[in-house]
């Protein structure tokens, strides 16, 4: 029986506008923020657990939280404070989109997808076990879609620290809501149809490998349309189902469209013993990336910033060197200068090129050349001209001139040669601008974020409704590049979501009723031309 929703508080700065989710200990609620006017997601800790161990608990998730909310799939924290009836509560960012838990439920997850999930999650994993931090509650429920269909990571309310010691796991909870449980003393919930078999122990000693076997239950789950060890028809009960993953059963996946290779990598990444699984999480991520790469999809990238005082990932043995360029990571570029080039100075050299001087440095035994040596060649009775210190050494003033006269005609030519280079790029870039009799054809659009300032506009492949006609499928071809897609149908243009995959599907369509839909790709946070596309 689910309880009443606790009372929404009144925050300074904040108006209230609507309950998000209701959990275990605490409720999330939308606001709106007024400075700046943003919508955010506020979890309040319910008034009955205001404990000190609770208390300790809810700002350690929101610490932990701030530590990571630089990532692209992690959930940011905003602001943690206390209400005025010394409830505490944080201020995250609103991610619009349904989770992982709600999408799986309704809809079909494709391979791509399920792939392109699967490495950013596993980036985000890897982001918080290079911090120390275990988050030891992966399941569809904790993931959320931002706006623009990326996955975000939250929900750190039982995380703990890598090297803290294990405490005793309470498995309560029923599969068809996902609860996480009630938590008492030491207890803390847990997720059973997503949990590895070591946290059923009277002493559970998770490690980062406990994170990777939930992560890859939980792309198991958005592809089979259910848990890995869930069995139609059968009974699932939380006991049922600690014994199935305990000896490793996992219920086969009934789509003929998953390859094995796929299947084989979610299979190790559930193998009950944790030293038969994958070491890292970037080790599961590159293992996905090489199932995409055999599908011929290009890998999703592994972002993995770096973070100051974390330890460096350990690596498998020659993984490294092999699959380097499989990981992106976020540091520092360094230009390397390009090195000095050395002229040489040997007469062989200085014969090719008879109309330069070639000056090089003197040594202290040379004896000077008769050309640049002044007190030489003066004639009896004249002075003789102030000479000059350089790198060179001594060098007489008509030496020196003698010496600017030869090269003044390289200098020139260099001169020409960059202002020839710079006109060259001006007239490449501004084209028709800079000649009235410039071919005033106007360039094609649409066709390259250089030329256009935005990505690729989708295209659309096909439109099809359904058997009995109450929905209709538009896909649209795939952006290289793309993060993501936003669209909304055309009469309500405003009313944008966003999806993962250029697929779009209008349900409760009247049979024979004509429906449009716009969409857009997202690449780097810009979006394109819109594309609006119609059935029949």
């Keep these: 029986m689910r309880r009443t929703p606790s009372t929404p508080p009144e925050l300074p700065g904040y108006q209230y506008q609507r309950l998000l989710g209701a959990g275990g200990f605490s409720d999330v609620f939308l606001y709106e923020q007024r400075l700046p006017r943003r919508p955010v997601a506020i979890k309040v800790l319910l008034a009955e657990e205001l404990t000190s161990a609770s208390r300790r608990a809810f700002m350690d998730e929101a610490n932990l939280m701030a530590q990571l909310s630089a990532h692209p799939y992690i959930v940011t924290i905003h602001s943690a404070d206390i209400t005025s009836d010394e409830r505490p509560y944080i201020v995250m960012e609103y991610c619009a989109g349904a989770s992982l838990s709600e999408r799986y439920k309704r809809e079909r997850f494709s391979v791509a997808d399920a792939l392109r999930t699967g490495v950013r999650l596993s980036s985000a994993i890897a982001t918080a076990h290079a911090a120390g931090i275990l988050h030891r509650d992966i399941k569809p429920a904790n993931v959320l879609t931002n706006d623009y269909g990326w996955p975000a990571l939250t929900d750190f309310g039982i995380s703990s620290a890598v090297e803290e010691l294990p405490i005793h796991t309470t498995t309560t909870g029923r599969i068809d809501d996902e609860s996480t449980g009630s938590t008492e003393s030491q207890s803390v919930g847990m997720s059973v149809p997503w949990s590895p078999p070591e946290m059923f122990g009277d002493d559970p000693d998770p490690d980062v490998r406990s994170d990777l076997f939930s992560l890859a239950a939980t792309i198991w789950t958005l592809l089979a349309g259910r848990t890995p060890f869930e069995v139609t028809k059968r009974p699932n009960g939380t006991l049922d189902l600690i014994g199935r993953i305990e000896r490793g059963a996992i219920t086969p996946m009934d789509r003929t469209d998953v390859p094995a290779s796929l299947v084989a990598v979610l299979r190790k990444g559930m193998a009950t013993r944790p030293a038969d699984r994958y070491a890292s999480a970037v080790e599961f991520a590159r293992a996905l990336q090489r199932v995409?790469?055999?599908?011929?999809?290009?890998?999703?990238?592994?972002?993995?910033?770096?973070?100051?005082?974390?330890?460096?990932?350990?690596?498998?043995?020659?993984?490294?060197?092999?699959?380097?360029?499989?990981?992106?990571?976020?540091?520092?570029?360094?230009?390397?200068?390009?090195?000095?080039?050395?002229?040489d100075p040997s007469p062989a050299v200085a014969s090719a090129v008879p109309d330069r001087t070639i000056v090089r440095p003197r040594r202290p035994t040379e004896p000077k050349k008769s050309e640049t040596d002044a007190s030489s060649s003066a004639p009896a009775g004249e002075s003789v001209p102030e000479t000059e210190t350089g790198t060179d050494g001594p060098r007489s003033a008509s030496g020196l001139v003698l010496a600017l006269r030869r090269r003044l005609p390289l200098v020139a030519g260099i001169a020409a040669v960059v202002v020839i280079a710079v006109v060259a790029v001006a007239v490449a870039l501004l084209g028709p601008g800079l000649s009235k009799s410039a071919d005033p054809s106007p360039r094609p659009t649409g066709t390259s974020a250089l030329v256009t300032g935005a990505p690729i506009a989708p295209k659309l492949v096909s439109a099809k409704a359904s058997a009995d006609g109450t929905s209709v499928t538009f896909q649209f071809a795939e952006v290289p590049e793309a993060d993501g897609y936003r669209w909304a149908p055309s009469e309500q243009p405003d009313a944008q979501r966003g999806v993962t995959d250029p697929v779009v599907v209008r349900t409760g369509v009247t049979p024979g009723q004509r429906v449009c839909v716009q969409i857009v790709s997202v690449v780097h946070g810009l979006t394109s031309q819109t594309t609006e596309a119609c059935y029949p």
């Excluded at 790469?293 to 005082?309: H, N, S, W």
């Excluded at 330890?311 to 043995?317: N, Q, V």
């Excluded at 490294?320 to 499989?326: C, G």
């Design 292 to 343: 995409e790469l055999e599908l011929g999809y290009a890998p999703t990238p592994i972002e993995v910033p770096a973070i100051a005082g974390a330890e460096p990932l350990r690596e498998t043995p020659g993984e490294t060197d092999v699959h380097a360029d499989e990981t992106r990571v976020r540091g520092v570029a360094t230009v390397v200068a390009q090195p000095p080039v050395t002229i």
